[in-house]
């Protein structure tokens, strides 16, 4: 699938991104609201992708389970079973008229007993044709030309619940279900006539050779819309909170519509309208598979507001809507299977798509390098995938020796120690107590002790003071990735006196490789012009010392 594009996002062409740009900031908080933007700059905006952010699978046995759960799937290996060990079908591998009936029925699809309705004997065809699809069955011809349909060798570890089969199976229903939502979405209403007569007689060649490019065009451009709907979908899933991952149509349309940091205007508001028309029938279609919850757009709108001279009505508006009348413009909720589908998709196109936990396998000092190199991670999720199980005192060792060191990554691989120590709790307390002393570790062991409630840590010497106070702003320095924003608050909690000068004519001192970078931030983003200035001359008095 193609990678999504975010409108106002990511770096000019030539410039490298000193961060990653992952949509964490999406907050879905009104069906037809504004939405926060990632407060960047550049210009030519659109040539940078958005990374794909991890997220969280279940087990493969447990997306098996979730996929035979599926109906249409069931179904097509049902069939496919009372196949065995043959079964009679048309020269186009289709169910003879006399089995449709029984199909239905042994679906469940209609009483055993009575008329079969056309519907129902529609669905058992569809499920066939999926079976046929995915060679659940396979077709071939008989010594006497009868054309007979036998099961594949898929269906016994499928029925068996074998997830690789099982997942490959419905990962391939998954992509033909896409591919004919999409072509069904393309198919203008009169060609889709002319499709079913087979094509009126006498038409100009050049006439069908344009209506074929129309439809063409058509069907590429729902295929971007799908894949740019289901990009979406991920990566708001990827950040939601559980139970919290269900979206509104009208926000999907309006994240793939509306520029990052604008509100939707008339023009734009119709075209939200637009999107969320095309996408209900695909949304749909997808579900059948399980790839996605949806309820669809209540049909009644279109009759509640009829627009004028035949104009299709106008889906979205500027009045707030409640919970019950927004449900009826559409919801839909990425479903675990669809999150694996989409990753799947991902991959084959070459995109980066970790999941979470992927960089927790193993131990500490791989864990704190693998997080702080990642350009796309989310690094209390590994932490906490890393200490689930684990014995506190333990882990909480493991983690500070692996957080020493002077090399680029140090204070982050600290940050992330304290992070981790956070999550492991007071039960760390035996093991940051043994690195108090320590020149790299103390000043942060004290810290977190102290705001553990512990009253008896001693005040650490003003050298480990002032080294820490360098390390900690160095880490924030490096994971901000240059937020002039985020640095600035981080700025004004720095410990200066009324003295800037005597406090950093200590500061540049400090035996740490990242003082004079620290000092250099300070100098350009405080805002007392006397601070930043002695910050400024402190930071060349730390360069011309190396």
Not at 198 to 209: D, P, T, Y
Not at 297 to 317: K, N, Q, R, S
């Amino acid at each position: 699938m193609a990678g999504r594009r975010r409108k106002n996002a990511g770096a000019s062409p030539g410039e490298s991104a000193a961060e990653p740009v992952l949509p964490a900031d999406l907050e879905l908080q009104d069906l037809y609201g504004a939405f926060a933007a990632h407060g960047l700059d550049d210009e030519d905006l659109d040539d940078a992708a958005v990374l794909v952010p991890p997220v969280k699978l279940p087990a493969e046995e447990e997306l098996a389970a979730l996929a035979k759960a599926v109906p249409m799937f069931g179904y097509a290996l049902a069939l496919a079973r009372w196949a065995a060990p043959h079964r009679v079908v048309d020269e186009f591998g289709d169910l003879v008229e006399e089995d449709r009936a029984p199909a239905a029925q042994l679906l469940g699809l209609a009483p055993a007993e009575g008329e079969v309705p056309e519907e129902a004997e529609v669905e058992a065809m569809r499920a066939w044709s999926l079976a046929c699809d995915l060679d659940l069955v396979e077709i071939g011809t008989t010594a006497a030309g009868e054309h007979v349909a036998v099961p594949g060798p898929d269906l016994e570890p499928a029925e068996e619940g074998d997830p690789e089969t099982v997942l490959e199976l419905w990962l391939t229903a998954a992509g033909i279900v896409r591919e004919l939502a999409v072509e069904a979405d393309s198919l203008p209403e009169e060609e889709a006539e002319r499709a079913a007569e087979g094509g009126k007689a006498g038409e100009a060649e050049e006439e069908g050779e344009d209506a074929l490019s129309e439809v063409e065009e058509a069907r590429d451009a729902a295929a971007e819309l799908l894949d740019e709907a289901l990009q979406v979908l991920y990566e708001t899933t990827a950040f939601a909170d559980p139970g919290n991952e269900t979206v509104p149509l009208g926000v999907l349309a309006a994240l793939l519509v509306v520029p990052e940091g604008e509100e939707p205007s008339e023009e734009l508001l119709g075209d939200i309208t637009d999107v969320m028309v095309a996408l209900d029938p695909m949304l749909g279609d997808l579900a059948e598979l399980g790839l996605l919850e949806y309820r669809p757009i209540d049909p009644e709108l279109f009759d509640e507001e009829e627009g004028p001279e035949g104009e299709e009505p106008a889906l979205v508006g500027e009045a707030p809507l409640d919970e019950e009348e927004s449900a009826r413009f559409g919801l839909v909720r990425l479903t675990p299977l669809g999150q694996y589908g989409i990753r799947q998709w991902l991959l084959e196109d070459g995109y980066d798509a970790p999941l979470v936990g992927e960089l927790a396998q193993g131990d500490a000092v791989e864990l704190l390098r693998a997080v702080c190199e990642a350009a796309n991670v989310l690094p209390e999720e590994e932490l906490r995938v890393w200490i689930t199980g684990r014995e506190p005192v333990a882990a909480a060792r493991e983690l500070l020796a692996a957080a020493r060191g002077d090399d680029a990554y140090a204070p982050m691989r600290r940050m992330l120690g304290v992070s981790a120590l956070n999550m492991l709790g007071t039960a760390a307390e035996p093991a940051v107590r043994d690195v108090l002393d320590d020149p790299e570790l103390g000043g942060a062991a004290r810290a977190w002790l102290t705001s553990k409630g512990a009253t008896d840590v001693p005040v650490p010497e003003r050298t480990m003071a002032l080294w820490t106070v360098v390390d900690t702003f160095a880490a924030q320095l490096l994971d901000s990735g240059g937020d002039a924003e985020l640095l600035r608050e981080l700025i004004a909690d720095l410990p200066v006196t009324g003295n800037p000068a005597s406090y950093f004519g200590e500061l540049w001192r400090v035996d740490h490789p990242y003082t004079a970078d620290v000092l250099e931030a300070v100098g350009e983003l405080h805002l007392d012009r006397a601070v930043a200035k002695e910050a400024r001359k402190a930071a060349f008095k730390a360069r011309s010392k190396g």
